[in-house]
């Protein structure tokens, strides 16, 4: 004796066997109308409708509040207003004005943005603000640089092919001949609509105008709503509606969730300091709330004020022990402050568990060699290559074992290993500089040259390129270009003080002429 078509699927919709689930829903919908459930408003057909709706949108969600990539065209296109000339410590198109104490760029390094690379990979802190289109798409679109995607549209499904994915027949609701003001008086069945309008379509229009309706229909009391049509003006780009809607659902019902949404509008206005004080005030009210806390390490992080992150991350460990995201990021900071027996404790942490991937065995290897643990250094690199799933993940693997090879004098090693990050990834701006510099040392200068105009041009927001350039150039007699290239440095790095010794001399000679 099998289940009842309705009760199994609802018993896949549980076990997220989403493809199962709508496949008895349409069998049950091919089946004529049938009567009305007992205990219950709705008929079997409707209940069958309304589970598939979800069934179809669990497959393609993506959470809102993570999703927060920011695309070429809305950095270019954008018309909100903000001021140009932020006050220091008050922006995050001015990340290098946060006083943060954190190690240097001469230590960590840093993104096009100019922000610290953080120790863990997030949408946000890929979107750098680029001022102009040609720098928007110069450099790759990889962990290490500020590329931001094509669009970000390109983070969600494109209208119209979820459905090709999930149902090969065509449309499962033609939301062009919908009722919108029909399902927006059934607040169960509209809210389920209006997810799968949201997150399977993508068709923004739509979902505001039904969550409009319903909204309404609830006589503005129903917060849930009022969130839904900030999330549809906050993809729409009316970031100022968006607010005004989540901060009415916030006074209506206090809910974790609206807090996030509003911090992101409060981050994408480029106004850190009104979403920290929104973060500590969320945590007046919900003490010890890990992603309100995470929140303020990320914002703290991107404004370069790292040691106030770190003091976060270290709160959300005492809420939440087994947090990725802040244990990662402790080790990252204890790392590059010159600490790796310290970080080599969090990653080891990260390994017990269950994190078993190429990045974290990278670090291990690079921990183990700075802390003078040799005999583990090369198998976590060995690791770390075999588990690199795409030739820029090898091309890391390669660029390290090659500074450990620098490390133990062996430069045929180190060319070689440099090399081989070349061949993974040939925008590797980072090994064409070192290649340069072993070249150098063995007096092919022109080679170097070109490596390092490679490298300088691929990644502006590094000084050590440019300084390298003012280096050469000086050496064999060429002081204007080794002057031009000594202001680049001073101005990608403002405390580099061999930059400042080299601008002195030079100086010195131009006054002599």
Known sequence: MGLEPLFQA????????????ADVCSQLLERPPGEQELDSEYTVFQAAWNLKTRALTEMVYVDEIDMDQEGIAEIILDENAIAQVARPGTSLKLPGTGQGGGPS????????????????????????????????????????????????????????????????????INLSRLNLTKYAQKPKLAKALFEYIFHHENDIKNALDLAALATEYAQFKDWWWKVQIGKCYYRLGLYREAEKQFKSALKQQDMVDTILYLAKVYLRLDQPVTALNLFKQGLERFPGEVTL??????????????????????DVLKQDNTH???????????????????????????????????????????????AQQYDMTLSSFERALFLAENEEETADV??????????????????????LTLVNNNDYAEAYNNLAVLEMRKGHTEQARALLQTASSLAPHMYEPHFNVAILSEKVGDLQRSYTAA???????PGHVDTQQLMKQLKEHFAML
């Open 10 to 21: 609802w018993s896949y919709f549980r076990r997220r066997k989403f493809r199962e689930c």
């Open 105 to 172: 760029p001469a230590v960590r390094p840093v993104t096009q943005s100019g922000r610290p690379i953080t120790g863990f990979v997030r949408p946000s802190t890929q979107s750098g603000r680029p001022s102009t289109m040609e720098q928007a798409i110069r450099t790759p679109r990889t962990a290490l640089t500020a590329r931001p995607i094509t669009s970000a549209s390109g983070g969600y499904v494109r209208p119209g092919t979820a459905s090709m994915i999930t149902n090969p027949d065509g449309p499962f």
């Open 293 to 314: 806390i995470c929140g303020i390490a990320r914002i703290y992080e991107e404004m370069n004020n790292i040691s106030s992150a770190a003091e976060y991350y270290k």
């Open 324 to 370: 990725v995201e802040a244990i990662a990021c402790i080790g990252s900071n204890h790392f590059y402050s010159d600490q790796p027996e310290i970080a080599l404790r969090f990653y080891r942490r990260l390994l017990q568990m269950g994190v078993y991937n190429c990045q974290l065995f990278n670090n291990l290897g690079l921990c183990c060699f700075y």
């Open 398 to 419: 390669w660029y390290n074992l090659g500074h450990v090879a620098v490390g133990i004098g062996d430069l045929n090693l180190a060319y070689q290993c440099f090399k």
């Open 487 to 493: 202001q680049k440095s001073e101005e990608a790095f």
